[in-house]
């Protein structure tokens, strides 16, 4: 029996319209079906069908974390995505369940998080991968120069990424056409329309020349692997790519530049050491020398990428001193990620967060609470170790604000992949870098609810403090209130 609604869902705000009317009728979800065009059918039963519509029940309250997330998993191309997002809506509304995003382990809640995690790679994925090309503009007076860029993103992630493209190239008009939406920068405003179709594609261009030219000039060859750019980009959409026109070329003599630049490497005194980071002097290849280019270059990479990405930073002064770059650890999909400040000597060495004698008191605790320290998380606000000389010791040093400043888009980078449900910050440098504040440990213990973070937040002490308090009953106090803090997390992953 069906009574349609005529309406269509094709983004947020009109899927947002109809589920308010759709909730003013009172319709339960499994009455609901939105077809392939994104029409809405309301399959009433005959009693419900001939009652009048309700009437409006009033604006509809529901979280903003709700609305904010909802309006990124739209996105996604799925046709049960909408149908997913009205039940949930309606669950919301039945009071019960206002903290329903909270129930990780409700199937509902699960599809909602991996939509919404799918949508997010594929925004990264599209900041990194639209490659632009100029083109003519005849019969328009203009200075400015127009490019044009096409591209397939999996899901619909137009409207997510655009932002990106207009702070990133504000002083030209563009427009990247995409087969579902395409999205338009004149200087002003973002505009958007439907989508085109692959043969409006741009043209190859002297753009693509000079972009060929810096790819080959920037051509890493031990670097290069081919089955993690099949990762994160597909090869049928290398075509889109002019580089990828270059990849088989170059790799075909990638072995032989590699070895060229090991042994260059070796036989060069100067950058023989421990370190294996090529010239100190800043001439050395792919250099990442400021926080905005982390920004950039980690733009929607897996942790895999990113952590070889950082071996190259040179954001600020630290690497010069430090064994190594020591990259968090974890699978992807933790719920509980762990910050701590800086690696440590032990750290340093091993190229591991928290093996040390911070690790130890971390480990046994996170054991006795029962937590899988296999599914959690653990990295560092900074990823270098600072340390100064004292005889033959390497002292600890806390790194500087514009030091944590400087690393902070590679924790950002961890965060939109792992994405956790809980974040434990060991310490006020930690808690600090994640809470974008300062932080007083003592002050701000435990559980912290910021609602402006998609996750939730607990601070800690660091497990070196608990190792430096000398007063017995001091330090008992100050443990069992760590262990408290982590019992916190776990409810958390449990629970959600
Ligand atoms: N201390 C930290 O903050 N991190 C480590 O990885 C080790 C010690």
């Not at 294996?276 to 270059?297: M, N, Q, Y």
């Not at 952590?307 to 190259?312: G, I, S």
């Amino acid at each position: 029996m069906g009574g349609r609604i005529h309406a269509e869902a094709s983004n947020f705000e009109e899927w947002r319209n109809v589920s308010r009317e759709l909730l003013a009728r009172a319709a339960l979800p499994e009455q609901v079906v939105w077809n392939e065009d994104q029409e809405v059918e309301l399959n009433l039963g005959v009693e419900e069908k001939s009652k009048p519509p309700l009437p409006s029940s009033g604006p509809v309250r529901v979280s903003d974390e709700f609305v904010r997330r909802a309006k990124g998993v739209a996105c996604h191309v799925d046709l049960d995505t909408w149908g997913l997002l009205y039940r949930m809506l309606w669950r919301m509304t039945r009071g019960e369940e206002r903290q329903l995003l909270r129930r990780a382990n409700d199937v509902d809640v699960r599809s909602f998080e991996l939509k919404e995690k799918a949508v997010r790679r594929e925004r990264h994925k599209m900041t990194a991968f639209v490659r632009f090309r100029k083109v003519e503009v005849t019969g328009e007076e203009t200075e400015r120069e127009r490019f044009v860029a096409w591209y397939e993103p999996e899901h619909d992630v137009v409207y997510l990424a655009a932002p990106f493209f207009r702070d990133r190239f504000s002083s030209m008009d563009w427009s990247i056409l995409t087969p579902r939406t395409c999205v338009h920068w004149d200087g002003r405003e973002l505009s958007f329309s439907e989508g085109a179709s692959f043969q409006e594609r741009p043209d190859e261009d002297e753009l693509e020349k000079y972009w060929l030219k810096y790819y080959a000039s920037t051509f890493n060859p031990s670097r290069l692997n081919i089955s993690m750019m099949e990762r994160e980009m597909p090869r049928r959409y290398w075509k889109n790519l002019p580089e990828a026109s270059l990849i088989a070329e170059l790799s075909n003599g990638s072995y032989g530049r590699s070895e060229k630049m090991k042994a260059e490497l070796e036989d060069n005194p100067k950058l023989q050491g421990r370190r294996p980071k090529g010239a100190p002097d800043g001439r050395e290849r792919g250099v990442i020398r400021t926080s905005d280019e982390i920004r950039l270059r980690g733009e929607g990479l897996t942790l895999e990428a990113l952590r070889d990405q950082a071996q190259l930073c040179r954001a600020c002064p630290l690497h010069e001193r430090a064994t190594q770059v020591v990259f968090g650890e974890g699978p992807p999909e933790a719920k509980l990620m762990i910050v701590g400040e800086q690696p440590g000597d032990r750290e340093d060495l091993a190229g591991h967060p928290f093996v040390g004698p911070s690790g130890e008191v971390l480990a046994s605790a996170i054991g006795e609470l029962g937590i899988d320290r296999e599914a959690v998380y653990v990295t560092n606000a900074v990823k270098h170790f600072k340390w100064r000389p004292s005889g033959k010791i390497r002292l600890h040093q806390s790194p500087a604000p514009k030091e944590v400043h400087a690393c902070k888009p590679w924790l950002v980078h961890e965060l939109e992949q792992v994405h956790p449900r809980v974040v434990l910050c060991l310490g006020s440098t930690a808690a600090a870098a994640i809470l974008g504040r300062p932080v007083s440990v003592t002050r701000e213990r435990g559980l912290r609810d910021d609602p402006g973070l998609p996750y939730a937040v607990v601070v800690s002490y660091h497990p070196a403090y608990l190792l430096r308090i000398v007063d017995e009953s001091e330090r008992l106090r100050a443990s069992q209130q760590f262990y408290a803090d982590l019992e916190a997390c776990k409810q958390f992953i449990d629970t959600m």
